[in-house]
């Protein structure tokens, strides 16, 4: 790499305010090494010197789970919006970027981790509803996570940052309109609400569930057979846990739908 460019992306990284984080800039001089040998120049040539080091630099603190600003991160690229999204999905493939962006880390970098619990428990329950209507749904894909949160801000009034969320999901506004519109639908069929609405949702799976010990809130009062589970959630590894308690309350949904 020529030295002029490890000057360009430094400059870059102290301007995104990510100095601090030394494994960054190595991570980010890695992906920029990485392009010049994999790219051709007319299939990079679109893009300038200082979008290329920005969109590693992107990229690298995605793969680190840092947070980043994007809006700082298109002035400094010089690109619009859909440029930037453009450049970036281009760079993830010429550089073979397969890692999908978790829930946690898609919070971290938009600023609302309070609402991952949430979207975490709304991802698995849609996964189970959309499951049940056809096979062959690529939930690896992006989309599904950003959603989530998307969903998980609204459903605690949190303002969701969908300007900033959508690039994560790799759609276009159209198709993000779909999706959010096939959310709706599940969010309105009941099949995510495990608890009683307030403050808190009624989605949040581990917090409303892990408060009453394993014990599934019902309409009502609680059932006998969510009090036996109470005692075993103590020793019950965790995923086990949430997918018993995940089933169980499909279940009482199918018996609700077949009795309506």
Same mark, same amino acid.
């Given at each position: 790499?020529?030295?002029?460019?490890?000057?360009?992306?430094?400059?870059? *990284?102290?301007?995104?305010?990510?100095?601090?984080?030394?494994?960054?800039?190595?991570?980010?001089? $890695?992906?920029?090494?990485?392009?010049?040998?994999?790219?051709?120049?007319?299939?990079?040539?679109?893009?300038?010197?200082?979008?290329?080091?920005?969109?590693?630099?992107?990229?690298?603190?995605?793969?680190?789970?840092?947070? #980043?600003?994007?809006?700082?991160?298109?002035?400094?690229?010089?690109?619009?919006?859909?440029?930037?999204?453009?450049?970036?999905?281009?760079?993830?493939? *010429?550089?073979?970027?397969? +890692?999908?962006?978790?829930?946690?880390?898609?919070?971290?970098?938009?600023?609302?981790?309070?609402?991952?619990?949430?979207?975490?428990?709304?991802?698995?329950?849609?996964?189970?509803?959309?499951?049940?209507?056809?096979?062959?749904?690529? #939930?690896?894909?992006?989309?599904?996570?950003?959603?989530?949160?998307?969903?998980?801000?609204?459903?605690?009034?949190? +303002?969701?940052?969908?300007?900033?969320?959508?690039?994560?999901?790799?759609?276009?506004?159209?198709?993000?309109?779909?999706?959010? +519109?096939?959310?709706?639908? #599940?969010?309105?069929?009941?099949?995510?609400?495990?608890?009683?609405?307030?403050?808190?949702?009624?989605? *949040? *799976?581990?917090?409303?569930?892990?408060?009453?010990?394993?014990?599934?809130?019902?309409?009502?009062?609680?059932?006998?057979?969510?009090?036996?589970?109470?005692?075993?959630?103590?020793? $019950?590894?965790?995923?086990?846990?949430? +997918?018993?308690?995940?089933?169980?309350?499909?279940? $009482?949904?199918?018996?609700?739908?077949?009795?309506?």
């Amino acid at each position: 790499m020529a030295t002029g460019d490890n000057k360009l992306l430094l400059h870059l *990284v102290q301007k995104l305010g990510l100095a601090h984080y030394e494994s960054l800039a190595p991570k980010a001089t $890695e992906l920029q090494r990485l392009l010049e040998i994999r790219s051709s120049s007319g299939m990079m040539s679109s893009l300038g010197d200082y979008a290329k080091a920005t969109i590693c630099i992107d990229l690298a603190s995605s793969l680190l789970g840092l947070p #980043f600003d994007t809006d700082t991160a298109m002035k400094l690229s010089g690109l619009r919006k859909t440029a930037y999204a453009n450049g970036r999905r281009t760079l993830e493939k *010429v550089l073979d970027i397969n +890692k999908t962006l978790g829930i946690g880390e898609i919070c971290v970098q938009v600023g609302v981790t309070q609402v991952q619990q949430e979207a975490a428990a709304l991802l698995e329950a849609y996964k189970q509803y959309a499951g049940q209507g056809g096979a062959g749904i690529d #939930f690896s894909h992006p989309q599904y996570a950003t959603m989530a949160v998307f969903q998980a801000c609204k459903r605690q009034k949190v +303002k969701p940052p969908k300007t900033k969320l959508l690039p994560f999901s790799h759609l276009k506004p159209a198709q993000w309109s779909m999706l959010e +519109k096939n959310w709706e639908k #599940f969010l309105a069929t009941g099949a995510a609400d495990m608890g009683p609405k307030g403050a808190n949702t009624k989605g *949040v *799976v581990v917090k409303e569930l892990a408060a009453r010990g394993g014990e599934e809130p019902a309409n009502g009062g609680g059932s006998s057979a969510a009090r036996k589970h109470a005692s075993p959630e103590k020793i $019950e590894p965790y995923q086990s846990w949430k +997918k018993r308690m995940l089933e169980k309350a499909y279940r $009482e949904l199918e018996l609700q739908r077949g009795s309506g």
